[in-house]
């Protein structure tokens, strides 16, 4: 008698690779109004010298929106004249899609943002200038302005991408 095969567990780089998806897909089931509110505390730290230099005048009146596929999550980024802002609808001027990981690894300087995007394995649709003056800044982001939890995370985590 033959007994039945036993599916072996995933692997620790298996379970890892995956983890960061696991972890942010509460998000997309998180109401708006929070995640707007983090978001956009996290954005207003991160960048409050751009902001005070204008340097995302470009973006007003205007809409970009991000789009995480595989979590999923979508938000559209705007500019008032003060401050950047998060909306949960919007119409898009244009868009920058992908996979989480990409963004992680973007975020984290573990990947070069050209890249990504001339592997498509991120993309940018419709006014594309307006997705590229968005990279630009993306591009110098100090990391030490990230508050120091979400720095210490998004280094964890991108170690486990890498």
């Keep these: 008698m033959r007994l039945p095969a036993i599916p072996l567990p995933p692997s620790p780089l ?11 897909k509460p998000l997309s089931h998180t109401p708006f109004m929070m995640q707007r509110l983090v978001v956009e505390a996290v ?7 751009a902001l005070q230099d204008g340097d995302f005048e470009f973006l007003h009146g205007k809409h ?6 595989d979590v999923p999550l979508v938000w ?9 802002t998060v909306s949960q609808y919007a119409a898009a001027d244009a868009t920058i899609s992908g996979g989480l990981r990409e963004f992680l690894l973007l975020a984290g300087r573990q990947e070069d943002p050209d890249t990504l995007f001339f592997q498509r394995r991120l993309q940018i649709n419709g006014d594309t200038e307006l997705g590229l003056e ?27 991408l890498v």
């Design 14 to 24: 298996q379970v890892a690779g995956k983890l960061p998806r696991l972890l942010l």
């Design 43 to 49: 954005l207003r730290h991160v960048f409050e010298e």
């Design 64 to 69: 970009l929106k991000v789009e995480i596929r």
């Design 76 to 84: 559209y980024f705007g500019f008032n004249g003060r401050q950047l």
């Design 134 to 160: 968005v990279k630009n800044i993306l591009d110098t982001i100090d990391l030490d302005r990230l508050p120091k939890p979400i720095r210490l995370l998004l280094e964890r985590v991108t170690r486990l």
